[in-house]
């Protein structure tokens, strides 16, 4: 399905990019690759008009399994100043991440006792969203956000925001400034980190032993049980599960005292990790048994989850065909990063897709990486209803369903692409 101009500019760019030998986390050399996706452009590449006829620098994008401690990791890493210094992503522009944040903040304060007036510290703090729940409770923030036009917005919403890395010189900082935080929080940025070990010796130096550092990724369960591929890429490092976490956390004297599941990003853990803390909750326990259960430690599981994408990209592509084929108009439903690996893996572009529409400002106007489709605000959609909707923004099914009901009631229809592609 690929065009003849995306083939002529596809270049596979080895600069900037590293390939790995070990594991990031226990720094064996026991990897085991059993799913490749690449090579593929940056997943937040987005391109304006005169980007289009340049060449798009193109990675691989492998997926190992260490059979040490279980990590499931990326092959490859990308200099992060490539990634994330002109970020896409605003968290402020999901509804439904505003209404999990704000829950966040009061489950948190909540659950740790927090007095009012605590210092809250969030790493990779986007535009603010996170934080201004927090402010909102009578807490004092400060964010950490590396991607400079992402921190100039939340500074201009009035979260106090440092542009810059974390790293060990800058907690300390922190620390002798404003003394050490309460509740150090890094949402949806722990699996990003390639080197996790200066990460953590980072917030180690934030912490006392009143502090309680909690972070939330994709968890690795659901990502196999529901299939969930296109969320691999190359901001995505690592793909965790709770075994590899604990042996982790505690060789740096941290524990994890407890977990969540939650909804977001198709399935994610909340993990609380404090400093040399004797108990932790029955769910920890739970978790790990669920884990063994899964066999997330056999190569064979990943290998399966391999056999499945290829399954999804075949239904996915004659389902797209045979509908396109019949004359129906189809566009796609959101431009998230997961949505550029799912279209160019199944290499599907504007001869199946007459857009795609997104709530985000900075992707409107722009064309996704590699298959070149262009963005349009959501009222396009409103006012240019496609028969399909092929929902790249899966996550939020049950919210765009409810938003977009009057959709439906006309005729239209959304295809969920994972677990299994289906006409809803
Ligand atoms: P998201 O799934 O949060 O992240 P990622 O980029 O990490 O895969 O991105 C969702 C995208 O979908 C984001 O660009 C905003 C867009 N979106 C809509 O266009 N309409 C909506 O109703 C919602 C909820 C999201």
């Not at 006829?53 to 092959?75: A, I, N, R, T, W």
Request: hydrophobic content about 35%; some cysteine.
């Amino acid at each position: 399905m690929q065009d003849a101009m995306n083939i002529s500019t596809r270049k596979v760019k080895p600069e900037g990019m590293k390939v790995i030998t070990e594991c990031r986390m226990c720094h064996k050399k026991n990897l085991h690759s059993f799913l490749s996706l690449g090579p593929i452009p940056l997943s937040n590449s987005f391109l304006s008009k005169d980007q289009l006829s340049k060449p798009e620098p193109y990675y691989p994008l492998d997926v190992h399994f260490c059979s040490d401690c279980g990590l499931v990791q990326l092959g490859q890493v990308i200099d992060p100043e490539l990634m994330f210094k002109d970020y896409a992503y605003l968290t402020g522009t999901s509804s439904p991440m505003k209404t999990h944040f704000t829950s966040l903040a009061k489950r948190v304060t909540k659950k740790f006792n927090t007095p009012k007036g605590s210092l809250i510290v969030d790493i990779g703090s986007n535009d603010g969203t996170l934080l201004d729940c927090f402010k909102t409770l009578d807490m004092k923030v400060l964010g950490i956000e590396p991607a400079t036009n992402v921190a100039k917005l939340a500074m201009s919403r009035g979260i106090e925001t440092l542009d810059s890395w974390f790293s060990k010189e800058l907690a300390q900082n922190i620390c002798s400034v404003r003394g050490k935080p309460r509740v150090i929080l890094a949402t949806n940025v722990f699996a990003h980190v390639h080197d996790i070990d200066g990460f953590i010796r980072g917030i180690i130096n934030l912490m006392d032993s009143d502090s309680v550092f909690i972070i939330e990724v994709p968890y690795l369960i659901d990502m196999l049980d529901k299939v969930e591929f296109d969320t691999i890429y190359h901001e995505h490092l690592s793909y965790i599960s709770l075994r590899p976490l604990v042996t982790f956390f505690k060789e740096f004297g941290m524990d994890i005292i407890d977990v969540e599941r939650i909804d977001v990003h198709g399935g994610s853990l909340r993990v609380y990790v404090q400093k040399d803390s004797a108990s932790s909750s029955s769910t920890v326990k739970q978790l790990l048994e669920l884990e063994i259960k899964t066999k997330l430690d056999s190569i064979e599981t990943y290998r399966r989850f391999a056999t499945s994408v290829g399954r999804i990209k075949a239904e996915l592509t004659s389902l797209l065909n045979d509908l396109k084929g019949r004359g129906a108009r189809i566009s796609g439903y959101g431009a998230p990063a997961k949505g550029n690996i799912l279209l160019n893996f199944c290499q599907i572009g504007t001869e199946i897709l007459d857009y795609v529409s997104d709530t985000t400002p900075f992707k409107q106007g722009r064309y996704t990486p590699g298959m070149h489709i262009p963005i349009y605000p959501e009222n396009h959609f409103h006012k240019s209803p496609p028969d399909y909707a092929l929902l790249l923004a899966w996550n939020y099914l049950d919210d765009i369903l409810r938003k977009e009901d009057g959709y439906r009631k006309t005729g239209g229809k959304f295809i969920v692409p994972i677990p299994k592609p289906q006409i809803v």
